[in-house]
């Protein structure tokens, strides 16, 4: 199973930027896909989570209104789209795959991405 996220980069507060994730190695259909970050020097966060079929969607309070979680279960992707980046959403970004649909914590997930910086410049 790889969960390969990419999108990340460097951008201006009040700017966007669109991750995604690719996933192979599992039935994609079949598996609820989170987002989450981890700050420096900070615990690794709950960002976002979508049904399998994407028609279900859970934000955590501080994104909401702003990230944007999305799939294409054709393509085996799950995006997560940024708008009104803020510095405190500088963080390292995973993409993870799980059963059931709601899941906020990060242990309950069955496998993850790799990671994609996400750097907010004031």
């Known amino acids: 199973v790889q969960l390969q996220a990419s999108g990340g980069g460097l951008v201006q507060a009040g700017g966007s930027l669109r991750l995604s994730c690719a996933v192979s190695?599992?039935?994609?259909?079949?598996?609820?896909m989170g987002w989450f970050r981890q700050a420096p020097g900070k615990e690794r966060e709950f960002v976002a989570v979508?049904?399998?079929?994407?028609?279900?969607?859970s934000y955590a309070d501080s994104v909401k209104g702003r990230l944007t979680i999305s799939r294409d279960n054709a393509q085996n992707t799950v995006y997560l789209q940024m708008n009104r980046l803020k510095p405190e959403d500088t963080a390292v970004y995973f993409c993870?795959?799980?059963?059931?649909?709601?899941?906020?914590?990060?242990?309950?997930?069955?496998?993850w991405g790799q990671g994609t910086q996400v750097t907010v410049s004031s």
């Open positions: 979508i049904n399998r079929g994407g028609g279900l969607t």
């Open positions: 190695g599992l039935t994609f259909s079949n598996y609820a």
């Open positions: 993870a795959a799980v059963r059931q649909f709601g899941v906020r914590v990060d242990r309950s997930y069955d496998y």
